[in-house]
């Protein structure tokens, strides 16, 4: 392999878990900090709120593990290799 | 290809990623650890299903009793996607769909696969490899699109110029990103997580992998809940026509 | 890692071999028995609810019986009271008419031997009168 190609898949793959991690935890971060908010003000609904958070918290997970899947290929399957 | 993370160093650890224990079925490849594995999980499905069903109690007792009540999980994923009304005929594809990918998930991360040698490649949970989270995906657009056909015939296609002919574009090329993101993040969560604690039992053998670990077995949950979810949502949005309910879009 | 091959259309048709599997074998027979059990509770339910309801009525009658029976128990109980009483009264009255009657009796007797006493009285008294008269005539005579 080309070490100029190699040397940028393996920055391009750094960043693009890097990068792909910041949206989603500030999601999560304000997602769960709303769910507290929620919980605090009707704690009787908890277990409903804790069940729609861990759903919707996966979601924001997996645009970070899109980043993650990216990263493999370049590191694992590049095209360009 | 890079291999980056194939040490020799440790005897106890090492990483492969990529390869494959292939069968040759005539003129075919096909990934033979991925078969192996869901062989498992499935006869371990169908094992527990027989045994807990085959003398049903009016009052349940030891198995049978855990398979009703993951009988009744799977019934309120399903329920609570679809409706009291649509959700029976849906109940087994969205049920074996949580129970295969969950059951896969945890024996991946329960049962220590990698002790056993196979001549090339290392076992794994079946949903670590992309053939396997692509079928199920392309099974679930499958489904939502036969239960669209039934339901509405031909009057399916209007939901793809319903507001308006001009997001046409966006609503065919939804039809091709719902099968992309189901399977790549069931993929990518599995693979990730395999790989971490790879990594992690690289790094030091002991004891600090398992709350990794713990994380592990709870994402794996979690996937496999949130796959069956979508997969009941979708079906339910084809099901009920385009727009008319709130249910929101996951890219 | 991202090598697709004849593994994914088998992994599909083993999917769904095993959604037809389950299906048999776990889903339906699992639904029966809830269905049957749900049916079983249901009408034991409505059968437990009219025996309440019979439960209920039966106690309803055993109290009225029983309400019933206490009242009769008070009247009865009145009824001896009014009676004892009365005769009570009645005792009384004869004992007090008959106390009336021995002092009118006594009464009488006593003014009869006033009477009596009061005649012999005015007999001694003229007899004495005479004595007096007689020694106070006689005195100055002699």
Do not use: C
């Not at chain 1, 997602?31 to 759903?55: F, H, M, N, Y």
């Not at chain 2, 291999?3 to 292939?22: C, I, K, Q, R, T």
């Not at chain 3, 088998?10 to 749900?38: G, Y």
């Amino acid at each position: 392999m080309d070490p100029l190609v190699a040397s940028a898949s393996v920055i391009a793959a750094s960043l693009a878990v890097g990068l792909a991690a910041i949206g989603p935890g500030i999601g999560q971060g304000s997602a769960s900090g709303k769910a507290v908010e929620g919980i605090a003000r009707q704690p009787e609904a908890e277990g409903k709120i804790r069940g729609t958070l861990l759903l919707t918290l996966a979601f924001m997970e997996s645009l970070t593990i899109y980043g993650l899947v990216i990263s493999l290929v370049l590191l694992f399957a590049n095209p360009l290799a | 290809m890079l291999s980056l993370l194939h040490f020799d160093v440790l005897p106890l650890a090492e990483l492969e990623v990529g390869h494959h224990f292939y069968w040759h079925l005539g003129g075919l490849k096909v990934h033979g650890q991925v078969f192996m594995t869901s062989w498992f999980v499935i006869g371990l499905l169908l094992l527990v299903s027989v045994l807990a069903t085959r003398n049903m109690q009016r009052v349940p007792k030891g198995l049978q009793n855990l398979m009703e009540y993951v009988f009744e999980f799977v019934r309120d994923i399903a329920k609570n996607q679809l409706g009291e009304k649509e959700y029976r005929p849906w109940l087994p594809f969205i049920g074996t769909l949580f129970l295969f990918i969950f059951v896969s998930n945890w024996s991946g991360a329960l049962l220590p696969w990698h002790v056993i040698e196979i001549p090339e490649g290392e076992l794994a949970a079946p949903t670590g490899d992309i053939n396997t989270t692509v079928a199920l995906a392309l099974l679930t657009s499958l489904a939502y699109f036969y239960a669209g056909f039934k339901k509405r015939g031909l009057g399916y296609f209007a939901k793809y110029i319903e507001p308006t002919p001009i997001l046409l574009p966006i609503a065919i090329l939804e039809d091709f990103t719902k099968p992309l993101s189901l399977s790549f993040r069931l993929f990518g969560n599995i693979l990730a997580d395999e790989l971490v604690v790879a990594v992690l039992v690289l790094l030091v053998p002991l004891f600090v992998p398992l709350p990794v670990m713990m994380l592990g077995l709870f994402t794996s949950a979690i996937q496999a809940l949130v796959f069956a979810t979508l997969a009941a949502a979708y079906i339910h949005e084809a099901l009920e026509g385009h727009g008319d309910e709130g249910h929101e879009e996951h890219a | 890692m991202f090598d697709f091959d004849a593994t994914l259309p088998l992994m599909a048709l083993q999917f769904v071999l095993l959604t037809f599997l389950l299906n048999a074998v776990f889903f339906k027979p699992i639904s029966k028995t809830i269905d049957e059990r749900d049916g079983y509770i249901r009408t034991s339910k409505s059968s437990t609810a009219e025996y309440l309801k019979e439960a209920e009525k039966l106690a309803k009658q055993y109290e009225q019986e029983l309400a019933d029976s206490r009242k009769q128990a008070q009247q009865v109980i009145a009824q001896a009271q009014a009676e004892a009483k009365d005769s009570v009264d009645k005792q009384i009255a004869q004992a007090q008419a008959e106390a009336q009657q021995q002092r009118e009796q006594v009464q009488k007797e006593l003014d009869q031997q006033k009477q009596e006493a009061f005649r012999t009285l005015e007999g001694q008294v003229d007899s004495l009168s005479q004595q007096i008269l007689g020694k106070l005539l006689g005195a100055p005579a002699a």
